[in-house]
């Protein structure tokens, strides 16, 4: 894995930044989402990775160490990921604007890293990845923020 630090850093400080750069209309490149919904769809797997949000593991145990492995690997998500907890129809908005939307996301992003720095050591299930440390925790969310981003034409 590439620095921790850095990619909890672009978390913390610069993805919200990249996010209000983007046109609420910006076409993506693969997926069904439009921005507001992927920041919406972003602010629910943050909670997630903080715990806020328990959720049941449904990869099979001994998929777990091959899931995790692809984790820890600078190897992107490939486009279309599919996702089995998603709606084939993306839900509708919960914010009156994309800012809303950024603004609920840099709290739960906020929170994550308070969550983490209180509790060295917690671990948070993922539905997909199992049990996850900050480390896979902060890996995780950087490899889906720069998935998502990628979607809408942002290399970062």
């Known amino acids: 894995m590439e620095n921790i630090e850095h990619k909890a850093s672009f978390l913390r400080s610069e993805y919200t930044k990249a ?12 997926g069904k989402m439009n921005v507001q919904q992927m920041i919406e769809h972003m602010c629910d797997y943050v909670r997630i ?16 160490p091959r899931m995790q ?6 190897k992107p998500f490939p486009e279309n990921t599919p996702n089995v907890l998603m709606p084939d129809i993306p839900a509708p908005v919960r914010h009156a604007s994309k800012e809303d939307a950024i603004y609920e996301l840099q709290q739960e992003l ?19 990845f199992g049990h996850l440390d900050y480390e896979l925790q902060v890996q995780l969310l950087h490899k889906h923020a720069k998935h998502h981003l990628m979607q809408f034409g942002v290399e970062v």
């Open 49 to 64: 990775a903080s715990g806020k949000t328990p959720v049941e593991i449904i990869t099979p145990e001994d998929k777990l």
């Open 110 to 128: 906020d929170h994550f890293f308070a969550v983490h720095e209180q509790e060295e050591g917690r671990k948070t299930p993922n539905p997909f």
């Open 19 to 30: 996010l209000s750069q983007l046109d609420a209309d910006a076409p993506r490149k693969w």
């Open 69 to 74: 492995g692809f984790l820890a690997s600078e």
